[in-house]
């Protein structure tokens, strides 16, 4: 019967052989713990557990568009309302989809510096046969098993168990065993201890996390109010279009009959060569914005993450809704909406936060200045003789003591602690900057608003009156009255009063959005980019 030392010899070898990690188990491992990092610090942040998985889904409309040549399965153009552009984006945009890459790393980041305080465990073996001609041939059986574990305080403690089994197999002898099982610990007591210093690495992993999850919050904002301005501004160079193109068909009726009035004798060359020069102005102008809502649209597809040859159409009914909110006055003083967004902004909270981390490198810094001295301990127990794996406890051996390191050479470590120093005047800069950056982009989206509602009501009267002279000039040049010229200057006019109406509903309403981003009052969908555009202007807290 096999020796029963030999049996748990060989089945901890086929163990080791055995207990591998395949690459689909890594991945879901380290999905596992990413997916629940991520989950708890966005409902700690957002109040929403969400851990934005990477995987695209495959039915995105991108695959559907690629799949038929660009077009709707019936062979229609796509068209996208904004809500379902902001589906759109968050399934294909490439800018979204490496900003979840970002924040994916960061949490595993902090899986290995987890890993460090973690118990650890490992298991090494081996079997070799070694001889001399046919004299001697020798078997080995060994296998070790070890248990690492550092504490927040910086202790590390390190225990082993090694077994090993030697068997004469010319002479067919049997397995001689032995074994030995090694503790060690060694502690800091100068440099390197403490919770402060030895927990930095992980305390760092953790906040880098935290702003991770932040800078991906404010990148959605962001996405959402680029996709809303480019298709609003889309939306408008549409209308813009259909003005264009009427103004385009108005000019050549009067091109026509001017030329009529011309053949007859009725009218001079003069008069024939500003419509024919009207005509060819307005042609321009047809040829240009056709070519400008084209390239606008490539740039939207790419934000999108959607093919540049797909055909996709907007709402043109989108700028109407707007229209019909109207445009209004914010209810805030430039001081109080400053005060808001420094209060509500994710990215000005980590600007804070990261002078607090440099305040704690520097701590760090400073401490590797100082000498090394760890207090160290060790024992190890053989096993009997002949006994195998049966330790004896009365032949323990022991030991302890010091190790020490002076603190004669650190100029690695001055220059670290200097550049700390410096370092931690950047970071004070930085905040500063955040907060001035915040305050300048808060002031300027209030002044578009006041700018772009000033202007809506100054074109609203300005495309009426000029309608009225499109009207009062056309019925004067059929009845001889004027010259060609100021019917074809009315018409322009009505033209840019049309153009400059929807250029400032546009305006406003990105002004607007732009300001409830600045101040972070965009209410987003947790696991997409959905937001509610309808959302009020938020109020300062008063005073009780």
């Keep these: 019967m096999p020796d029963p030392k030999l049996r748990l010899s060989r089945f ?12 689909s188990t890594a991945r879901e491992s380290a999905d596992r713990q990413v997916y ?45 309302t904004l809500t379902e552009a902001f589906d759109v984006a968050a399934e294909n945009s490439r800018e979204f989809q490496r900003q979840k890459e970002v924040l994916y790393a960061a949490a595993l980041t902090l899986t290995r510096n987890q890993w460090d305080f973690a118990v650890r465990f490992g298991n090494t073996g081996s079997e070799r046969i070694s001889g001399t001609g046919d004299d ?117 009726k009067s091109r026509e009959q001017v030329e009529e009035f011309f053949k007859a004798g009725r009218r001079t060359i003069v008069d024939f060569g500003r419509a024919k020069q009207a005509e060819y102005g307005a042609g321009v102008t047809l040829v240009n914005t056709r070519n400008r809502l084209q390239t606008a649209l490539d740039r939207f597809k790419l934000r999108l993450g959607l093919p540049t040859d797909s055909r996709i159409e907007v709402d ?44 704690r490198r520097i701590y760090v810094a400073a401490d590797a200045l100082r000498s090394l001295i760890d207090f160290t301990t060790a024992i190890s127990v053989p096993a009997e003789s002949g006994k195998g794996i049966d330790l004896d406890w009365s032949r323990i051996n022991w030991s302890a003591g010091f190790d020490l390191n002076l ?54 009267t300005a495309l009426a009156l000029a309608k009225q002279r499109v009207e009062a000039t056309t ?17 322009e006019d009505f033209l840019s009063s049309q153009l400059s109406l929807n250029s400032q509903i546009v305006a406003y309403s990105v002004a607007r959005f732009t300001l409830l981003n600045e101040m972070q009052a965009v209410q987003i969908d947790p696991a997409g980019l959905q937001v509610d555009l309808a959302l009020p202007i938020p109020q300062p807290a008063t005073a009780e």
Excluded at 424 to 451: C, K, L, P, Y
Excluded at 479 to 491: D, M, V
């Design 475 to 491: 019925d004067l040049y059929d009845a001889g009255r004027i010259q060609i010229l100021e019917k074809l200057q009315a018409l």
């Design 36 to 80: 629940d990092i991520l989950e708890r610090t966005n409902a700690a942040i957002t109040g929403n557990p969400v851990a934005w998985p990477l995987p695209r889904r495959v039915d995105s409309l991108r695959a559907r568009l690629l799949a038929n040549h660009g077009l709707n399965p019936d062979g229609t153009p796509v068209r996208l």
């Design 136 to 252: 001697t041939a020798n078997a080995s059986l060994g296998d070790t098993g070890s248990v690492n574990y550092r504490t927040p305080f910086g202790t590390r403690i390190v225990g082993s168990f090694a077994q090993t089994f030697l068997r004469s197999v010319v002479q067919n002898g049997r397995f001689d065993g032995n074994s030995i099982l090694n503790l060690s610990l060694t502690q800091p007591l100068l440099a390197g201890s403490g919770m402060r210093i030895v927990r930095e690495p992980l305390t760092q992993a953790e906040r880098n996390v935290l702003y991770a999850v932040r800078s991906f919050e404010r990148f959605r904002f962001d996405l959402a109010i680029g996709i809303a301005s480019d298709y609003w501004n889309l939306c408008g160079i549409v209308n813009d279009l259909a003005n264009i193109e009427a103004n385009y068909t108005n000019v050549l």
């Design 407 to 460: 603190a004669l050479d650190r100029i690695a470590e001055r220059n670290a602690y200097r550049s700390a120093l410096i370092n931690f005047d950047v970071a004070i800069r930085a905040r500063e900057q955040a907060g001035d950056q915040i305050t300048a982009n808060v002031r300027a989206a209030m002044r578009n608003i006041q700018v772009a509602t000033e202007n809506f009501h100054i074109q609203t």
């Design 316 to 359: 043109p009914k989108e700028l109407d809704r707007l229209k019909q909110n109207g445009v209004a006055a914010v209810p805030l003083t430039e001081d109080q909406a400053v005060a808001l967004a420094l209060q509500r902004r994710y990215d000005y909270h980590t600007a804070i936060d990261e002078v607090e981390d440099s305040g």
């Design 12 to 23: 901890a070898l086929v163990g080791l052989l055995t207990a591998c990690w395949t690459p």
